[in-house]
């Protein structure tokens, strides 16, 4: 299941304001639409820039001073730098950053059942049920599911999996704030799930039905490695409205 990609996830929370340290990191990762590449941060090295549909385009990066098998990922819109986040080798949420809010998210170290990239890999299933915490003191409570189709494909040259999943978040009261559901991609070579096709449903009621998928992968000495400019499906965007923090777009992907 890929990370979730959208801040204001409940009503009647106040989103606090950012500390210094976010306020750093969104003057690093701000670019301005349309900037030419992507640096990662001090010790880290890109390795792979994404195409999207949606109109995104992610920079997938790796840093000495982290785990092994640790992952980090930027994603870009045409407005510029706008979430980041941190998977470990199983693809748990260790921690995200929505860059426009200063929302930060991390994995609470207990749960009942981490996510598991290897048990996917292994057995075709893997059930989930853990907690986030976010700097605001917000609890979001996972419970869901990955499977593998048993369907293989290759999008740019890139051998992928297909998934099927499913994921409830509830509130810290056990409120359901938002279902998703729909098809994913993994690889096992880069360990690390891909958005796909999905439907959610806020506790609106509101739906929403979206394509995130890859469409282009390139790698050190390829042309768009480290472009920060989507090539996808942004005048569609364009015509939907870019409002990220409406209740439609919210508890948006990626466990990137």
Same mark, same amino acid.
């Given at each position: 299941m890929t990370h979730p990609r959208r801040a204001n996830r409940a009503p009647r929370i106040h989103r606090q304001a950012l500390a210094a340290g976010t306020a750093a990191l969104l003057t690093l990762f701000a670019l301005p639409a349309g900037a030419a590449n992507f640096t990662p941060p001090s010790g880290c090295k890109l390795e792979m820039t994404v195409q999207n549909r949606s109109c995104t385009v992610s920079q997938h990066y790796r840093c000495s001073g982290d785990a092994p098998g640790d992952q980090w990922v930027t994603y870009f819109t045409r407005e510029?730098?706008?979430?980041?986040?941190?998977?470990?080798k199983e693809t748990r949420w260790m921690e995200s950053t929505d860059l426009r809010t200063g929302l930060v998210d991390v994995l609470e170290d207990a749960a009942e059942d981490h996510a598991s990239f290897s048990t996917l890999a292994r057995t075709g299933q893997d059930d989930?049920?853990?907690?986030?915490?976010?700097?605001?003191?917000?609890?979001?409570?996972h419970v869901g599911h990955d499977?593998?189709?048993?369907? *293989?494909? +290759? =999008?740019?040259?890139?051998?992928?999996e297909v998934t099927r999943f499913e994921l409830i978040t509830y509130s810290e009261?056990?409120?359901?704030? =938002?279902?998703? *559901?729909? +098809?994913?991609? =993994?690889?096992?070579?880069?360990?690390?799930?891909?958005?796909?096709?999905e439907t959610s449903q806020d506790w609106t009621g509101a739906r929403e039905e979206t394509?995130?998928?890859?469409?282009?992968?390139?790698?050190?000495?390829?042309?768009?490695?480290?472009?920060?400019?989507?090539?996808?499906?942004?005048?569609?965007?364009?015509v939907r409205g870019q409002g990220a923090g409406t209740p439609r777009q919210l508890m948006k992907e990626s466990r990137t």
């Amino acid at each position: 299941m890929t990370h979730p990609r959208r801040a204001n996830r409940a009503p009647r929370i106040h989103r606090q304001a950012l500390a210094a340290g976010t306020a750093a990191l969104l003057t690093l990762f701000a670019l301005p639409a349309g900037a030419a590449n992507f640096t990662p941060p001090s010790g880290c090295k890109l390795e792979m820039t994404v195409q999207n549909r949606s109109c995104t385009v992610s920079q997938h990066y790796r840093c000495s001073g982290d785990a092994p098998g640790d992952q980090w990922v930027t994603y870009f819109t045409r407005e510029g730098a706008t979430y980041q986040s941190r998977i470990d080798k199983e693809t748990r949420w260790m921690e995200s950053t929505d860059l426009r809010t200063g929302l930060v998210d991390v994995l609470e170290d207990a749960a009942e059942d981490h996510a598991s990239f290897s048990t996917l890999a292994r057995t075709g299933q893997d059930d989930f049920d853990f907690w986030t915490r976010s700097n605001n003191g917000e609890r979001l409570h996972h419970v869901g599911h990955d499977e593998l189709t048993g369907e *293989k494909v +290759q =999008i740019d040259g890139v051998a992928l999996e297909v998934t099927r999943f499913e994921l409830i978040t509830y509130s810290e009261s056990g409120d359901v704030l =938002i279902t998703r *559901k729909g +098809q994913q991609f =993994i690889s096992r070579a880069q360990g690390r799930f891909y958005g796909g096709v999905e439907t959610s449903q806020d506790w609106t009621g509101a739906r929403e039905e979206t394509n995130d998928s890859p469409v282009s992968f390139s790698f050190p000495g390829q042309p768009g490695f480290g472009s920060t400019t989507p090539e996808y499906d942004c005048d569609l965007q364009m015509v939907r409205g870019q409002g990220a923090g409406t209740p439609r777009q919210l508890m948006k992907e990626s466990r990137t």
